[in-house]
């Protein structure tokens, strides 16, 4: 099946500082999303890219299908980015019914 | 508001006892999808479902049954032959396949 990798797995910044999370991912994909889950469980979708790119206030994310990885950008962090950021992509082949192959995921930490 | 519900939000069983966790969305979204969740682990599919009366089993199905009599419901029971069911369990929904996945809050099952 594919694999999806995410680094750093975990990563901790001061408030203000920018940040790149990677996502590489081993085949070709129909879908490609960003996840941020906060400390209570709750998954929150970050962005649907399975290519290209896009901007969200202080996020933005790209990805770069032919060569098979995603970023995700966060810029001027603040305290409530903190939690954990999973990358999940959907197989690029026929019905596949929208399964999602989540990675490891990269636990962000960031300190006032 | 539309969205997803999962009740309840905390389980607790004993061990040999079915348990089944709801799932209800009425965002009139097609398909339906349950996910586990280990601590410190990204998730993984239980159960899928692009239709009502139809659904497909995902990566880790053995101990678990679905049902999807209606579009907006999808319970999930777990039964006694799951050997580690304390997990976290999150169901979600799209459109239909390879569309953006929307998660519910999530229930904390414990088996003791």
């Known amino acids: 099946g594919i694999q999806v990798e995410q680094s750093p797995p975990d990563l901790i910044l001061q408030e203000g500082a920018n940040s790149t999370l990677r996502c590489n991912f081993s085949d070709s994909v129909n879908n490609l999303q960003w996840f941020h889950q906060n400390p209570w469980g709750q998954l929150i979708n970050l962005f649907y890219?399975?290519?290209g790119t896009k901007q969200n206030g202080r996020l933005s994310a790209t990805t770069v299908a032919t060569e098979r990885y995603s970023l995700l950008y966060i810029s001027s962090s603040q305290t409530t980015d903190s939690g954990v950021y999973f990358c999940?992509?959907?197989?690029?082949?026929?019905?596949?019914?929208?399964?999602?192959?989540f990675g490891q995921g990269t636990e962000l930490s960031v300190k006032p | 508001d539309g969205g997803i519900t999962q009740s309840p939000k905390y389980l607790f069983r004993k061990e040999g006892q079915n348990v089944t966790l709801s799932c209800e969305q009425n965002?009139?979204?097609?398909?339906m999808y349950w996910y586990r969740q280990d601590p410190g682990q990204g998730l993984r599919l239980i159960y899928y479902?692009?239709?009502?009366?139809?659904?497909q089993k995902g990566d880790i199905a053995e101990g678990y049954s679905v049902s999807r009599e209606k579009k907006e419901s999808f319970p999930l029971t777990v039964t006694s032959a799951q050997k580690n069911p304390t997990a976290f369990y999150l169901c979600a929904s799209s459109i239909g396949g390879s569309a953006e996945q929307y998660f519910g809050p999530g229930t904390r099952l414990t088996v003791t």
């Open positions: 999940a992509v959907e197989r690029g082949i026929y019905n596949q019914g929208g399964k999602l192959i």
């Open positions: 965002l009139n979204h097609d398909a």
């Open positions: 890219i399975p290519s």
């Open positions: 479902s692009q239709i009502v009366n139809d659904f």
